[in-house]
Each structure stands twice: as C-alpha cells, then as structure tokens.
DNA sequence: TAAATCGCCGAACAATCGTTCGGCAACGGT
DNA sequence: ACCGTTGCCGAACGATTGTTCGGCGATTTA
C-alpha cells in the first residue's frame, strides 16, 4: 500500500507526456555522473536512471543500448566543447589573432579540467560505442582542431611569423594541449590546474617566431 | 575420471617447486592481456588466470588483491619503458647531444605504440591500483621526464641553442610526444602510427633555436 | 463511456567480476 | 613410512552489470 502511494508521488514529481523532456534529462544525468566521478566507469544505466529519479528499464525507451546513450553523451559534450570554444573566440576583439588563439586554447583547458569524466570518454570511446576501427578518425574532434586551424590562419594573415606551417602549428598546440591535460587528468585532480594556463601559453609562443 | 587424467596433465605441464616462476609468468600474462586486447578492462583475474593456465584462485597465492597485481603490472612497465629509453639512449653515439633526445622519445613512442593497453593503464590508474590522491605524483613517471631533462641538459651543455629552460624544454617534448600518442591510442589503432615519429622531431626541432 | 495507446515500473535473467573456503596432491623433514 | 607444509584447484558467494518482459496506470481516441 504505501509503495502506491510513492509511486504516486514520484509520478507527480515526473509528470508525463513531457515529451522530450526526459530524454535531456537523462543526457545531463549522466554528464553530471560523468562529472562528479570521473571515471569512465561510472557512467552505468542503473546509475543513470537513479540520478534522474526513474527505473533503469525506462532508459531504453528513449536510447536503443548503452552504446547508444554514450554515444549521445560523447555527441553532446563535443558539441558543448565547440559552444564554449568559439564563445572565448567572439570574447576577445577580433583584431587580436594571437589573443583568440590562446582563447580558444584556455577555454580547451577549462573545459578538460572541469570536465573530467567527458574528457576520458571522448578518447577511447571505441568500445563504449561500438565503434569498430577503421572509421572515421573520432568526427566530432576534427571541426574542434579546424577551429584552432582557422585562429592560426588568422594569425598569419595579421602578420605574425609562425615557424610552422598554420596547420601544423594549430596540430602542434593542439595536441601538446591535449598531453598536457591528459596528464593533468592522470594525476590527483585538482593540484596543479593553475600550472596548465602558462604551460600552453608557453606552448604558443613557440610556434611564433 | 577424465578430470583426474585432466588435472594431472596440467600439473605435469605446470610442475611445482619452480618458486618465483609462476608469478612473472602471471605477470607477463596480464602483459600480453593488456597488450592484445588494448584495454585496462581486459585485465581481470579470471582472464589473466586462464592465460597462464592456472585456476583464478590461485592468483592470489602470488598477489594480495587485484589491485596489488595492477601496481606490479604498472611498476614492471614503468622499468620496463626505462630501459628501453635507456637503451635507445646508449645506442646513439655521446657527443650527439641532440640524437640522443630524439632516440629517448623515439623509444618512448614505440613503447607506448605497442603496448596500449600499458600506456592506457599507466594513466589514471588511481582506481586500479588503490592509491589515493594526494601522494607522490605518479611516482614511476618522474625518472623518465628526468631522463629527457638530463638529455637537453647535455644539449646546453653541447652549445646548442634552447628556446626555453632545459627543464622547461624537456618538459614540453615530453608532454607534447604524450599527447601526439594519447590522441592515437583514442583513435583506432594501427593507422596514423607512421606519423607519430616525424611530429615528435618537428617538436623537437622547435624548442631549438 | 469503452477501448486503444503510451510511458513507466518491478522483477527477473544471464553474464561477469573479485574473492573466499575446504580439500587434495606432491614435496621435505624426521 | 609417517606427517606437516606448500601450492594449487573446484566450487561457491555476493555484488554489479546490461537487458528483457509482463503488467499497470494515465492519457487519448472513438
């Protein structure tokens, strides 16, 4: 009898016929879970359905597999990667080249260090997805890296001296960005975050002559 | 009855008394687990103890737990990593101050090419191996980076121009060669592999003046 | 108002994991 | 020749995972 009356309760607290509510919610559960975490491991369907308030049968309603929901989850991070890249990009005046440059890479970081658990989900996300090799080198990755490319063009257009070709120097940043994150990640979280921003600030002004 | 015939020919085919041998034996399993399947999920007990030919049980006659295992899987790699760069190191001739860094991390890169599933495990092994955070940065990792730092030190040493401290300089090889090889693990393995080497020397060559 | 549909849930299933326990076969010492 | 020690094994336990199934209440349709 009193199990009615919860259900009751719960079912009032989650009203149906929201449509596609429930299914962001269920992608901002599992980011928060992915967040808090931080481990790719803690992203499971029953902890999931526990953060959202609902059974663990109910996700398969909205997401056909596991894979499915991860690969949604990489989709909408990558997608909010992007957001917050190209926001830095529009804050500073678009007349500095080089100061987009290190926004866009700042905002890179922030996002790795604030975000813990997406980041170790973006790599290796081979076999949470399903994806077998052989496809596409990671899609959602290459617009990110365009947009680097893109600053470093810019900067050569302004006049700055690159000592690389722009692609290869937007490549370069990129990825010493990215293995110094990583290794941020793999350390205790938290110590050492404040030594990211100079290390790739000292990482730009190498590719400039 | 066929089980006694069984059991006794594994025990002809793994025969007592042979002390320290079953447990690098063990240890090499989980290796080539790690190895072939290229995921920290592939090491579980079960599956190093079927790999070896021994029943999960008897595991822990070598190793507290699982997770003493994966410290002694970590600890073997990192001493084996440095032997390779260290081997790499003496097979150049000394006064080529600059060969001698590139064959440290050319040797980094062919060790964390074919061993994935070690290079993934090395990083973020916190859950894996128990260690809370808060203590010694990744311990086993600092004599490598002090390898590439000695290594630039002599190229001071040698006349050649740095752009950056020496440390700093190591530092930035070394971080940036971990990311170019974290970012090929994430994609699937086998391609790009050939394009690792030519960015680590272009990374080289721009921390020189 | 009766019927069909939709969205969710409780319960269970099979698989896999780490780990423990009691027992058995071979070896070394007496 | 006996016995304790050693090293291994089969079997099981408890936990957790992804996933499926039958059913039920609320909503919508006729």
């Known amino acids: 009898m009193p199990d ?3 259900l009751t309760t719960r079912r ?5 016929g929201q449509g596609e509510r429930l299914r962001t919610d269920i992608l901002d559960a599992a980011v928060g879970l992915l967040s808090e975490l931080g481990g790719e491991e803690a992203l499971t369907i029953r902890g999931v359905a526990r953060a959202v308030g609902i059974a663990p049968a109910s996700i398969y309603q909205h997401f056909a597999d596991k894979a499915a929901l991860v690969r949604a989850v990489v989709e909408y991070d990558y ?3 992007s957001a917050v890249m190209r926001e830095a990009d529009e804050s500073v005046e678009p007349d500095d080249a080089v100061g987009r440059v290190r926004a866009q890479i700042h905002a890179y970081c922030r996002f790795a260090i604030a975000n813990p658990g997406h980041y170790r989900l ?3 996300n081979r076999r949470l ?3 077998e090799p ?3 080198p990671r899609g959602p990755l290459l617009p990110i890296v365009e947009a680097v490319i893109a600053a470093f063009e810019r900067c050569e257009r302004a006049g700055k001296r690159l000592r690389l070709p722009s692609e290869r120097a937007a490549v370069m940043v990129f990825v010493g960005t990215h293995g110094r ?3 941020y990640h793999s350390d205790r979280q938290g110590n050492g ?3 990211i921003l100079p290390f790739v600030d000292e990482l730009i002004s190498l590719v400039f002559d």
């Not at 009032?12 to 149906?16: A, D, K, T």
């Open 122 to 124: 973006m790599l290796g």
């Open 4 to 6: 009615e009356v919860d």
């Open 79 to 81: 997608e909010r990667l």
């Open 12 to 16: 009032v607290r989650n009203p149906w």
């Open 134 to 136: 052989g496809t596409r």
């Open 193 to 195: 975050a404040d030594r």
């Open 129 to 131: 997805t399903g994806q």
């Open 181 to 183: 994150v990583a290794l």
